[in-house]
């Protein structure tokens, strides 16, 4: 966009700009977000008549009342009954406030009477959902290529907003999210349910929802977590009771097949291109996808002694994390024996590394445990 | 503290001492008043770059200039920078400069402890500026610095600490010097109910900065031994509790909005009476309104907390509690227009920032009380919607009062008078941006925009677009400001005795500019609410 | 300066300065005060055993539902899962469920389980009789055991309460830290 144009919008153009983007709340599409939305809707009215009323006092004074129009200062400076009336006025006021806002607090805090329960896990920079009752479970990354964020690349339309992996749930049903953090500490936001949640590591806490209608709901992280905070988008895809009944057998049925054997040996080329989608996942936001990392905060891959030398080495801390930067975590904790004997593999033998050496599941099997008390 | 030092303060039996001596070695309140004022300015200016940066990446969706954790630094310092390097050491400075000439007290309590007070400010905002060139770059996590993300850091996050610890010493040592001088100090007819709202409020934040900033310089200390000593305070897996560092934190972060707010309110009070030409209306209700406050702000911190999943009950505590405080938020501001009606207005550059004050404030208050619902702030918090909220109470409320207090008391302080063109320039055109930049902010965060992200969402690239231009236009206007400040001081025509006619309270009965060593011998007074002068006798300055 | 004056002002120097002190400390002095609220109402008790309740009169025994839940923390190399994830029962009665604890890597492995309830006021009056989260649990290569947890809900529990979430977060204890108290 031109500098013109931005210029043109900023000066005349309110309207304008607000037909290309939302000036409100989302459009809920559960109770609670109604709710929220109604009291909004409320409170904007009240504090806008208010100031409205403020700024017509005070314009109608600097109008008339002025030293250039000859206007004679009066002298009195109190007045009991005056100041006790807008005193108590907004006391009032507020009070009319705090009725309808007491109940809506209550509303959200109702958790109990739920259809489904679904644990939400926070990541750096990822969510995790469980899906308790059914024994399955899934991580959710963003979608959005990296190359479309650089601008190498179009920017999709629902860009930073989508994921691999939505959340699905059904409509019409209580799902209540049971919210926990790994790392630090997360926000579970998405603005037409009408539900923000903090995700505390070690803390269990709990958010309710009821959606009315089909669709595609998105939201964001919205708690400072680190580097990536931005780029952990939450959606919500919502389908029919049957439509979700659907999913869920096919997503058990996927899980059950996906599970690895962990005696199965894998040749390289399917290693590698497993370990790409792992690395594209899970490590691509510090070591880049080139492998050159960031210099001074983020190590290259591409070349480095870790990834061309000692393969045991490179297996610890991928397993364990890094003791030096804790911007390294452990991985075996999210990441099965299959992925990061991928990820290794990948990463030893991408860009500049020819090492042409296979790692397998089994040996990360072997692995596990075996250093991580050192 | 010294003997010695107590003996310095009612010095002023020789000259001006000259060269880098009289900066180094400061002890007269003005000397030290313009360094704050010099060193919160060379702040608010690196403040306002890193603002631009931030601005500058979000001008439009997808990384440009700087990638996630450049910009997460980015909006950490721009925070910690503007509160405790631009806002709060330029409300001391203007305390420094100006309590001393309005309630007649020769100089601060303690002169000497004043240097250092001063003094302590250039070496912590050198470690912050300094933390983004050690390895892992500066602090990260916002200027909250919420655990456990703030265990994470590398060694700017220690940098960090230790420099809010210099500046918290900074600031209480400040504070200790503002209560004795005017609990102690006043002359004799200036009473605690008769002395200037700007005494007051200043008395106030005071009390607050000593019962706050100790608090936030022990949370710190606690992230920093959970950082390095192995503590797990706020570590859930050695039995600490991440939301304990949330509790302490805003218990320090509530009452510092009040901090940075007070003071502003003090300086209207003293603009809004001298240009409507009539006395302050309700002063009393202002000293009470003021005081409630000071001591409510320390029932509300919680919410800042509302989506940490806090039990109904608490929520509702905090909700009640901090809807309660825009009760003597209100009177403040009915009281300022009910001074102004019925006045004789003239509007010079101070009681334009004053007013565009009170309209701005307004709205920031206003959009305080919806985010005070704790049903409504499940949809805003961490939104756009509140960097909107903060900006139109600290820019437009602390900024905007500072330039008001800067362009009223600028002729007493140099003896030459601003360009009043420029002046009203520098007004129009921060209000006209600021809103340009900070308005559409209340858009974004409505419509689902999370604060702290260097990368959008396509939806949110108009307003987004708006407020970068805005933001760059606002912040070349304080260009206007600096221009019209350097010029003035040597080129200004000379300022008369009392440059605004409606101006009544005893800094203003002193010669212009003000004498080197002001009442050295403290004056006779007979005053009226709000520290208007009505009988003057003795009071003898020397150069 | 009169000498009443400067001893007046550094009495209040020194009064301010305690001030700023005694607030240093109250900072540090919120941990443990913090800790009492949080014990006092059940939102963070941890490791000990409740006693019974006492008899409560006047209050009727209710169902509740009582849903389960475990997390590890990143690095702990266990899977801890409820074997029922749902248990009906009635206020005031025993109610007894069981943990299965997996230890997945192939080095001894200590660690502690910290309970956390939802609702939070619930907290207050889950009575925990029997649970290995009273100690620290040691567990040697690939090693399962099963755990019973034996808890009454006081008959206090508010009203508008009818189900209450136990979940536990399970945590490594450091090779240096073992037998310590958290």
């Known amino acids: 966009m031109s500098l013109g144009r931005v210029l043109g919008i900023t000066l005349l153009a309110w309207p304008a700009a607000a037909r290309a983007g939302e000036i409100n709340l989302q459009t809920p599409v559960t109770a609670l977000a109604r709710v929220e939305y109604d009291l909004h809707t409320t409170l904007l009215a009240i504090t806008g008549a208010i100031f409205l009323l403020v700024l017509a006092v005070m314009l109608y004074a600097i109008l008339r009342h002025r030293k250039s129009l000859g206007h004679q200062a009066a002298h009195f400076h109190e007045n009991t009954a005056v100041e006790i009336i807008w005193t108590l006025l907004p006391l009032l006021i507020l009070l009319a406030m705090a009725w309808p806002a007491t109940r809506a607090v209550l509303a959200q805090k109702s958790t109990r009477g739920e259809d489904l329960t679904i644990k939400v896990t926070g990541y750096q920079w990822k969510w995790r959902y469980d899906y308790v009752d059914d024994n399955i479970g899934f991580m959710s990354h963003l979608a959005t290529p990296r190359e479309a964020i650089s601008g190498t690349a179009a920017k999709p339309a629902n860009y930073l907003l989508e994921v691999d992996e939505p959340l699905v749930v059904p409509t019409g049903r209580k799902v209540r999210l049971l919210l926990t953090a790994n790392d630090v500490i997360h926000s579970w936001w998405v603005p037409q349910l009408g539900v923000k949640q903090d995700a505390i590591p070690g803390f269990l806490r709990d958010a309710w929802f009821t959606i009315d209608k089909p669709g595609l709901y998105r939201g964001q992280c919205s708690e400072l977590c680190g580097k990536d905070h931005g780029f952990m988008p939450i959606v919500v895809d919502a389908r029919s009771p049957a439509d979700y009944a659907l999913w869920l057998a096919a997503r058990k049925k996927a899980a059950a097949a996906a599970a690895d054997d962990p005696a199965r040996v894998w040749t390289l080329a399917e290693l590698k291109s497993r370990g790409e989608r792992v690395y594209s996942q899970n490590c691509v936001a510090c070591h880049q996808a080139t492998g050159k990392g960031i210099p001074g905060a983020f190590p290259a891959l591409d070349g480095s002694p870790v990834a061309t030398g000692d393969k045991a080495a490179h297996i610890a801390i991928v397993l364990n994390g890094s003791k030096r930067n804790t911007a390294m975590p452990a991985w075996g904790k999210q990441l099965s024996d299959t992925d990061i004997a991928a990820v290794i593999t990948y990463e030893r033998n991408a860009w500049g590394n020819h090492t042409g050496q296979v790692v397998q599941p089994a040996e990360i099997k072997a692995a596990r445990g075996a250093g991580q008390g050192a | ?39 919160s300015f060379c702040m608010f200016l690196s403040g306002g770059v890193l603002a631009l940066c931030i601005r500058a990446e979000l001008f439009r969706p997808g990384l440009q200039f700087f990638q996630p954790e450049l910009f997460n630094q980015f909006t950490t310092l721009h925070g910690l920078i503007m509160v405790f390097g631009a806002i709060m050491p330029a409300f001391t400075g203007m305390a420094n400069w100006m309590l001393p000439l309005m309630i007649g007290a020769p100089d601060m309590a303690f002169a000497r402890m004043n240097n250092w007070s001063f003094w302590l400010l250039p070496p912590a905002a050198a470690l912050l500026m300094l933390s983004f060139i050690v390895p892992g770059g500066a602090a990260a996590a916002g200027w909250t610095l919420y655990a456990p993300l703030s265990t994470q850091m590398g060694m700017g996050m220690d940098m960090t600490i230790f420099a809010i610890h210099i500046m918290g010493l900074s600031s209480i040592m400040g504070s200790i010097n503002i209560i004795v001088t005017i609990l102690n100090l006043r002359a004799p007819g200036m009473s605690l109910m008769k002395m200037p709202m700007f005494a007051w409020a200043s008395l106030i934040t005071a009390f607050l900065i000593i019962a706050v900033m100790p608090v936030l310089a022990g949370v710190v200390t606690m992230v920093l031994t959970d950082r390095h000593f192995g503590t797990h305070f706020f570590n859930a897996a050695g039995g600490g509790d991440p939301i304990l560092y949330q509790h302490i934190f805003w218990f320090f972060g509530h009452p510092e909005v009040y901090i940075m707010a007070l003071p502003a309110f003090g300086i209207v009070s003293q603009v809004i009476p001298a240009f409507a030409r009539k006395p302050l209306f309700g002063y009393a209700s202002m000293v009470y309104a003021t005081s409630s406050i000071g001591v409510l702000s320390f029932m509300v911190w919680a919410h800042h907390m509302f989506v940490t999943g806090m039990p109904a009950a608490a929520q509702l505590f905090f909700m009640y509690a901090t809807m309660l405080i825009a009760v003597p938020t209100g009177v403040k501001v009915f009281n300022w227009i009910a001074t102004m009606w019925e006045g004789s207005m003239s509007f010079e550059t101070p009681m334009l920032f004053a007013v565009g004050f009170i309209l701005l404030f307004t709205i920031g208050g206003l959009s305080g009380v919806t985010l005070s619902v704790a049903a409504v702030d499940v949809q805003l918090h961490g939104s756009y919607y509140v960097v909107a909220h903060f900006h139109y109470v600290l820019v437009a409320g602390a900024l905007f009062s500072l330039f008001a207090a800067i362009y009223y008391w600028f002729p007493k302080m140099t003896g030459r008078l601003y360009s009043e063109r420029l002046g009203k320039l520098h007004f129009w055109w921060s209000l006209l941006w600021f809103n340009v930049t900070f308005f559409p902010m209340h858009f974004l965060g409505l419509a689902g925009m999370p604060r702290r992200i260097p990368d959008y969402a396509l939806q949110f690239t108009e307003f987004n677009q708006i407020a970068s231009v805005g933001a760059f236009m606002f912040g070349l206007g304080q260009l206007i400001f600096l221009f019209n400040m350097l010029r003035s001081l040597r080129h200004g025509a000379p300022a008369p005795q009392l440059p605004w006619d409606g101006a009544n309270t005893l800094e203003w009965r002193i010669p212009t500019p003000a004498p080197y060593h002001s009442f050295v011998e403290a004056p006779q007074l007979e005053v009226k609410e709000n520290g208007v002068v009505v009988r003057l006798s003795g009071g003898r300055h020397e150069e | 300066m009169a000498a009443p004056l400067a001893s007046a002002n550094l009495a209040l120097l020194r009064r301010l300065t305690l001030a700023a002190l005694l607030m240093f400390a109250f900072a540090w002095g919120l941990i443990p005060l913090y800790r009492v609220i949080c014990e006092a109402t059940g939102l963070n008790r941890v490791v000990s055993a409740d006693g019974l309740p006492k008899e409560q009169a006047g209050l009727s025994a209710r169902p509740v539902s009582l849903v389960l839940d475990a997390t590890t923390e990143a690095g702990l190399p266990w899977q801890v899962r409820p074997l029922t994830r749902l248990v009906a029962g009635r206020t005031g009665d025993f109610i007894q469920l069981e943990y299965e604890i997996t230890n997945n890597s192939n080095r001894r492995v200590v660690g502690q389980a910290i309970p956390r309830y939802l609702p939070a006021e619930a ?18 290569p690939g090693e399962t055991r099963r755990f019973p947890v034996v808890l009454v809900i006081d008959k206090a529990l508010p009203a508008g309460v009818d189900s209450v979430t136990l979940g536990y977060t399970v945590y490594e204890v450091p090779s240096g830290q073992e037998g310590r108290g958290s």
């Open chain 2, 1 to 39: 503290m010294a003997m010695t030092d107590i003996a310095q303060a009612g010095h002023g039996h020789h000259g001006k001492p000259q060269g880098l001596a009289r900066w180094l070695f400061a002890t007269n309140h003005k000397d030290i008043g313009s360094l704050y004022l010099w060193f």
């Open chain 3, 123 to 140: 907290a207050a009056h889950v009575r925990k009789l029997e649970c290995f989260c009273f100690s620290q649990q040691a567990f040697s």
